[in-house]
């Protein structure tokens, strides 16, 4: 199992920046691709950025130039920071790990319980 602790987050005024945090720990379980995804108010959830093992980010075109995603820690955290915040960058952030169990075949994928992000005008 995994569990997906997130951090980070809250009210920023438009213009502004902040940096979210999530750490994934576990046991006999190799972690692979971690990332952010966002759910505004009444619509679906949306892929912010990535970042695979290898360190390759990727990232939506509605945050790229604006967001850096980096991975610490013997690969387990990562980070999100956004810069030029704007009001239609609020929303819930939630970080998904994708995880290989040991001798599983299949991968598996774990969510945090998700941290708020308010952009004020």
């Known amino acids: 199992q995994v569990q997906v602790v997130e951090s980070g987050g809250g009210l920023v005024q438009a213009g502004g920046s902040l940096t979210l945090s999530c750490t994934a720990s576990r046991s006999n379980i190799s972690i692979n691709t971690m990332g952010w995804y966002r759910q505004a108010p009444g619509k679906q959830r949306e892929l912010v950025a990535t970042?695979?093992?290898?360190?390759?980010?990727n990232y939506s075109d509605s945050v790229k130039g604006r967001a850096t995603i980096s991975r610490h820690n013997a690969n387990i955290t990562i980070f999100l920071r956004m810069n030029s915040l704007k009001p239609e960058d609020t929303g819930v952030y939630y970080c998904n790990v994708q995880a290989l169990a040991l001798g599983s075949r299949y991968e598996s994928e774990y969510w945090g319980q998700g941290t708020q992000v308010t952009v004020s005008l």
């Open positions: 970042i695979t093992s290898g360190g390759t980010p």
